[in-house]
């Protein structure tokens, strides 16, 4: 909630501090109406069988329970970088797009793996055109979605670090200067900067909002779970290789990305975040990721049966750590996020979706954190099953 009045702001002020001042403003305010509203909230407390509503949810979405390969190729010590490009036509877009890597002006080496996905409008042969490029590995593959496509550049990658580039966007030419001169002199497991995000329609440029991030802590986070203040969006980022080492992306389902906040973000032990625009992030009619948001798609459910994938995984890993960072990830992506990709199903679906929520967060929740004030009231929301308040707070953050 409140980085979207940051954003909103930022719009029109272009002034980070004066953005920030007014986004706290405009929560304190919104925060009185949640009080009001909560003081007509009627508890509605939901008791549902556990196997009856995984029972209900397969009937209508089952799990597409895609698990991928994972192959980790020896570093090459004279590649600092490997960059990940998943293709899948684009025909019209792509060169623009290879040519913003392989033009990048920067004192460390890479390799750029182009991933193409069975493209049907002759993006192939662009991609094999750029083949003959000694930094280039190009990979063809029948068609397994941008989550298989990643997987695959993953499985070839022998940098030291890894960066993900959608094959519609446009890289700055000193992107990868200003990702890996702070990465390899500080150290960090990961690194970002901003963006910029590029609107268009009928293949004209009609809006370009920065979307650079205050230094200020506006969620309220603490201790390594400061991380969350940033978008678990895969690209303009370099992680370091090892962070992949135990985690690929889940093939078949919508909401792919949410392995970076809970499989990646809770396992960084070191990252900084740099204030500025070095990646465009172009958005416009068509794009995919408008696509996952359709809420009245029953696809929607793949965010439960993803969730519920993600924490079994980390539970195994052996770097994994329940602590203050993993338990706020837990409580955001069962609150706000949840919310808002099912919403829009039938009510009862809805009803068994956040009771299994609640069976998740008992699970692997049991070890409580402070946490932010709206944070606080969807924990308590799912202690208690209470579904009303649950969709107030979540709806409020």
Not at 14 to 28: E, V
Not at 97 to 112: D, G, R, V
Not at 344 to 372: A, H, N
Request: glycine fraction near 6%; include cysteine; charged fraction near 25%.
């Amino acid at each position: 909630m409140i980085q979207g009045f940051y954003f909103y702001l930022y719009r029109y002020l272009h002034n980070i501090a004066l953005s920030a001042c007014g986004a706290s403003l405009l929560r304190f305010l919104f925060l009185i109406r949640f009080q009001v509203k909560r003081l007509f909230c009627k508890p509605n407390i939901i008791d549902v069988s556990h196997d009856d509503a995984v029972a209900r949810l397969i009937a209508v979405h089952p799990d597409p329970s895609g698990r991928p390969d994972i192959v980790n190729l020896p570093k090459d010590p004279g590649i600092d970088l490997s960059v990940i490009i998943p293709i899948y036509n684009y025909v019209n877009l792509i060169e623009k797009n290879i040519q913003s890597i392989l033009n990048q002006k920067t004192k460390y080496s890479f390799e750029l793996i182009l991933v193409d996905d069975g493209s049907t409008d002759g993006a192939s042969d662009i991609v094999k055109k750029f083949a003959e490029e000694p930094r280039v590995k190009a990979i063809f593959q029948k068609n397994q979605g941008i989550a298989g496509a990643r997987n695959t550049g993953l499985n070839h990658a022998t940098g030291k670090y890894v960066m993900f580039v959608d094959c519609d966007d446009i890289a700055d030419d000193n992107l990868i200067e200003i990702l890996m001169e702070t990465a390899l002199q500080e150290n960090h497991d990961l690194v970002m900067c901003a963006h910029n995000l590029v609107k268009e329609r009928d293949g004209a440029v009609y809006h370009i909002l920065p979307n650079i991030y205050p230094s200020y802590n506006l969620l309220g986070y603490s201790g390594r779970a400061k991380i969350l203040n940033y978008a678990g969006l895969p690209w303009c980022k370099v992680y370091k290789r090892e962070l992949f080492q135990p985690v690929r992306f889940y093939t078949g389902y919508w909401y792919e990305d949410t392995i970076i906040h809970l499989l990646i973000f809770t396992r960084c032990r070191s990252f900084k975040y740099i204030p500025k625009t070095a990646y465009q992030y172009r958005w416009y009619e068509g794009n995919f990721s408008h696509t996952q948001g359709n809420r009245i798609n029953v696809k929607s459910i793949d965010y439960y049966w993803l969730l519920r994938r993600i924490l079994e995984d980390y539970e195994s890993m052996p770097d994994a750590v329940f602590d203050e960072c993993f338990y706020t990830t837990l409580v955001k992506h069962l609150s706000v996020y949840y919310l808002r990709k099912i919403d829009g199903l039938d009510e009862s679906i809805v009803t068994d979706l956040f009771s299994l929520g609640c069976d998740l967060f008992e699970r692997y929740g049991k070890k409580k954190y402070k946490l932010p004030y709206m944070l606080r009231i969807t924990e308590k929301a799912l202690e208690t099953r209470d579904i009303a308040l649950w969709k107030l707070a979540s709806t409020c953050q």
